[in-house]
């Protein structure tokens, strides 16, 4: 979601991507989504130049959402460089926005304050996700993700990227994560979506976490399936979008049809 690793797990075609069918998750329509392989972690990136004060989610913009307009929406990172978010809010492929926030023990995304600040000035819905990493406490990451995301800040609910299960025991993988999830139901009073790939759900995550939104990564042209058959809220389905306002290519997602903005946003 920043770039997913297909294993044995941040927010890519000239021109404009063409869309995927619209269908539920067992349709097999095609649409013309290049088949690219996910790529690796982020290395540490400077600490942030960037302390820009955010103000806090009015509720009078939750009102009068035409959820219909709001049906693609992009993930980005510091890959992605400075973004124009004015130009980004005229593409209408763009209804909603994921940023890296934190990775591991203390890495903070050099563009995450930046972006925060600037993307929701122009008035996009704006949500933000942590790189889990299986090798670092789940405490240590969790005092990392909370010092920085305020949720006050933020208008859809927070993702944890997993992709990586690590060196370790499945067993120790699946403990540091269900412990890193609760801290953060806990601290913030809502349940995150797991963000992950098809194939990294498929062999480590399934039928253990069925009770969590997801949204699931397949960069080919047929929606993802599951092997335990449960519903998701998201497909991203390329990491080589073209958005207005942004150089170089981008992660897009879209709603399942089940699905919409209101699905993900958080009420306050």
């Known amino acids: 979601m920043r770039k997913v690793t297909l294993l044995p797990l941040v927010i890519l075609l000239s021109g404009l991507t063409v869309l995927p069918a619209e269908g539920r998750r067992k349709d097999k329509k095609k649409a013309e989504i290049p088949v690219i392989a996910l790529a690796e972690p982020d290395v540490m990136p400077e600490k942030s130049l960037s302390h820009a004060i955010v103000k806090p989610v009015e509720e009078a913009q939750r009102h009068h959402i035409n959820y219909n307009e709001h049906r693609y929406g992009i993930d980005v990172s510091r890959y992605q460089g400075q973004i124009d978010w004015p130009t980004v809010k005229t593409d209408k492929n763009v209804g909603y926005v994921y940023l890296k926030a934190t990775e591991g023990a203390s890495l903070v995304d050099n563009t ?57 025991s499945i067993h120790k993988f699946r ?68 958005i207005n306002g942004i150089d170089g290519p981008v992660d897009r997602s879209r709603f399942m049809d089940e699905y919409h903005l209101g699905d993900i946003l958080i009420r306050k």
């Not at 789940?138 to 944890?160: G, R, W």
């Not at 992950?196 to 062999?203: A, K």
């Open 112 to 168: 995450y304050h930046y972006n925060l600040a600037e993307a929701r000035k122009a008035g996009l819905k704006v949500g933000c996700y942590h790189f889990f990493s299986p090798t670092v406490d789940p405490e240590t990451q969790f005092n990392n993700f909370s010092s920085v995301v305020k949720l006050n800040e933020q208008d859809l609910i927070p993702i944890v990227d997993v992709e990586n299960r690590g060196r370790g």
């Open 175 to 242: 403990e540091r994560l269900t412990e890193f999830l609760r801290m953060v139901e806990e601290h913030y009073g809502i349940q995150p979506i797991i963000y992950t790939s098809s194939n990294f759900y498929n062999e480590y995550l399934a039928g253990k976490y069925t009770d969590y939104k997801y949204m699931i990564a397949r960069y080919k042209d047929e929606v993802p399936e599951l092997t335990d058959d449960i519903q998701f809220v998201m497909w991203q389905f390329t990491a080589n979008g073209r």
